[in-house]
């Protein structure tokens, strides 16, 4: 992540997140049995079927944020963009924040922003799940109030937060 002041209200960070995980899956199951009225051995007596998959998991992600500080208040646009071998190829997540300072300790905060979660490897994995799945995602709302408290050396922020999000997929 880079940070950059462009002017004496005006900044932006840059990032880069990657992530690579290698994975195995298994699942050691009892036969699928059709009793049809006849009885059934326990399964604690029978055999299993074991199926186990290795595979990996990766993506990268750019982001940018703007923060635009004019008097008391500070907005926060900023944009995410995701690729992947699991789930959607590519996500491009808009969001913006912004924050009002109520004086020298107090402030209100609001939110809202799409985001894209990738499957997990028991959800991709051929046999276990679903190879072509997609992305699940969300809009997320947040409402806050922060109060920082000056205490001897240490400073502590109280961070008060409703929070809802809109779930998909």
């Known amino acids: ?15 880069l997140v990657s992530d690579t995980t290698r994975y195995t899956v298994g699942a050691r199951v009892p036969p699928a049995v059709n009793s049809r009225g006849g009885v059934q051995t326990p399964t604690s007596t029978g055999s299993l079927i074991e199926s186990y998959q290795t595979g990996t998991l990766t993506s990268a992600a750019l982001f940018n944020v703007w923060n635009w500080t004019p008097g008391p208040y500070t907005l926060s646009p900023s944009l995410r963009f995701e690729g992947g071998n ?4 590519f996500t491009l997540d808009p969001r913006l924040s912004t924050k009002r300072k109520l004086g020298s300790l107090d402030a209100v905060k609001a939110s809202a922003g799409l985001y894209h979660q990738r499957p997990r490897a028991q959800e991709a994995a051929e046999g276990f799940g679903n190879p072509d799945v997609g992305s699940r995602y969300a ?10 408290i000056p205490w001897r050396a240490l400073p502590l922020t109280l961070d008060w937060q409703l929070f809802y999000r809109d779930l998909h997929h």
């Open 1 to 15: 992540e880079v940070e950059k002041e462009l002017a004496e209200n005006l900044s932006t960070q840059v990032g």
């Open 86 to 89: 699991v789930g959607t190829p």
């Open 139 to 148: 809009l997320h709302y947040v409402a806050g109030y922060e109060r920082e």
